[in-house]
């Protein structure tokens, strides 16, 4: 079995910093790709920082220069560090991992946490 925390978002104000984290444990095999999507107000979920096992990361246009995604292998911890945030950053924060467990192959979703960015 395997479990994920997420952890981090919440009210900030323009120009602040968050940081998001999620966390896998269990009978993880292996990790392929590790992520955050969002989901902005009455916006179609995006991709926003997506980092694969060989450690190439991948940015949106719109936060390159100030989400930075990086990860523990050690701790299966996925990270988003949010600096210099914005209005259009809040949205619903979701947690992406591609697994495998034995030979079958997982992806998880997280239920998401708020970003909220105050002007």
């Known amino acids: 079995q395997v479990h994920f925390v997420e952890s981090g978002g919440g009210l900030v104000q323009v120009g602040g910093s968050l940081r998001l984290s999620c966390a896998a444990s269990g009978s993880i095999s292996s990790i392929d790709d590790m992520g955050w999507y969002r989901q902005g107000p009455g916006k179609q979920r995006e991709l926003v920082a997506v980092?694969?096992?060989?450690?190439?990361?991948n940015y949106v246009d719109s936060v390159k220069g100030r989400f930075t995604v990086s990860t523990d292998t050690g701790k299966n911890t996925i990270y988003l560090q949010m600096n210099s945030l914005k209005p259009e950053d809040t949205a619903l924060y979701y947690c992406n991992v591609v697994y495998h467990s034995g030979r079958v192959r997982y992806v998880y979703w997280g239920r998401g946490t708020q970003v909220t960015v105050s002007s």
């Open positions: 980092m694969t096992s060989g450690g190439i990361t």
